[in-house]
């Protein structure tokens, strides 16, 4: 899927919540934050450094985490990283705000797997990144009928890193 970049500020846009406003991660995106290198992932880290977002989870995210950390295609790579997994569930649980398990939407998404990341990103009107095709695709509907902001990647507007100068 082409890539479907979030404009810092400019995606809060209609954006009426209490502020910080909430963002959910998936799990790819996760694992891009606490384990692997990529080059997508700064603007987020950035953004919840500065307390401009509020990264939550629920419980369904984190035991998902857990079990990816330990698949035979990922396990190495932690390790190749010189990280284990009880470390990255550390910094999971540091990093992270816990919230309750969010009902379900109205919306299906076609990877089960995936509908809490819809879910709770609708009930908190959160920003949701994600690398996951079938959440994408419901970036239209979570907007228009829960006011939550769906993409790939997040990217600072340039007058953003001024004004934080500033």
Excluded at 92 to 97: G, I, N, Q, R, Y
Aim: some cysteine; hydrophobic content about 45%; glycine content about 4%.
């Amino acid at each position: 899927m082409k890539i479907a970049p979030l404009r810092w500020p400019s995606c809060n846009d209609g954006y009426a919540g209490p502020l910080p406003r909430p963002m959910v991660l998936d799990t790819n995106v996760v694992l891009d934050m606490l384990i692997f290198d990529d080059p997508h992932i700064p603007s987020i880290r950035e953004l919840v450094a500065r307390g401009e977002v509020r990264w939550i989870a629920d419980q369904a995210q984190r035991i998902e985490l857990e079990r990816v950390l330990h698949y035979s295609q990922i396990a190495p790579r932690v390790s190749y990283y010189g990280k284990t997994p009880q470390g990255v569930m550390a910094d999971f649980d540091a990093a992270v705000e816990y919230v309750a398990e969010a009902p379900k939407i109205r919306f299906t998404c076609t990877d089960p797997d995936d509908q809490h990341f819809l879910d709770l990103a609708s009930l908190h009107q959160a920003v949701l990144v994600s690398k996951d095709r079938a959440v994408l695709k419901q970036r239209k509907r979570v907007a228009t009928h829960y006011g939550a902001t769906v993409g790939n990647v997040v990217v600072l507007d340039a007058a953003e890193p001024a004004a934080a100068a500033a």
